[in-house]
């Protein structure tokens, strides 16, 4: 049932969607991303339902099509945990997970009422379940900063890890380790059926 709805919305969106040249946009913030870049998320060509681009002035009429945080390395200076943080958070926190076509993850947050379609989790059963986003900051081995970054993400299928990853200063990344938890992932949140 879920393919025949994504390819009766595909190709809906092959006749009135945007031209070859344009990419529908949505300009998502990453303070750590070069001055004279930027990213967008919008609706692709050819086939591609969703996706993230991106572009920089030194090229201009220019996109590439970002298919991983990787993608992003040497692109970015990232300052301190809180850039760090948004960094990894980029495809799967504010309802981003819906519109990148990078990652199928989502980051529950802690809130004081429940709002499973933006995994918005109230914060006595979150304490229960999930892992609050930790950053520590430390001296890598090229003596440059990096950051490990520890907290929960839920799959499509709705399992449930602990992860951490590693990220340096010019954008590194690396999952480093990812622990399956026992949570149901259906009562933390629940994916659009256009996602799935």
Known sequence: MNELVSGVLLAFMTFVGPRPDQAVELRPTLTSLRSDCHLEFGLAVRGVFKATWLGCSGAPGVRVLVTSLRNLEGLVHIEGGEQALEFVRLFSRDGHWRLSGVDDYAEPVP??????????????????????????????????????????????????????????????????????????????????????
């Open 111 to 196: 809130g004081r009422s429940s709002d499973p379609t933006n995994f918005v989790v109230q914060s006595r059963d979150f304490a229960r379940c999930c892992t609050a986003a930790a950053v520590r900051e430390y001296k890598g081995g090229s003596g440059k900063a990096e950051f490990e970054i520890t907290r929960t993400l839920v799959d499509r299928e709705y399992r449930v890890y602990r992860v951490t990853e590693v990220v340096g200063e010019d954008g590194d990344w690396q999952l480093v380790r990812q622990d399956k938890l026992a949570a149901d992932g259906r009562k933390l949140g629940q994916f659009l059926l256009l996602n799935e």
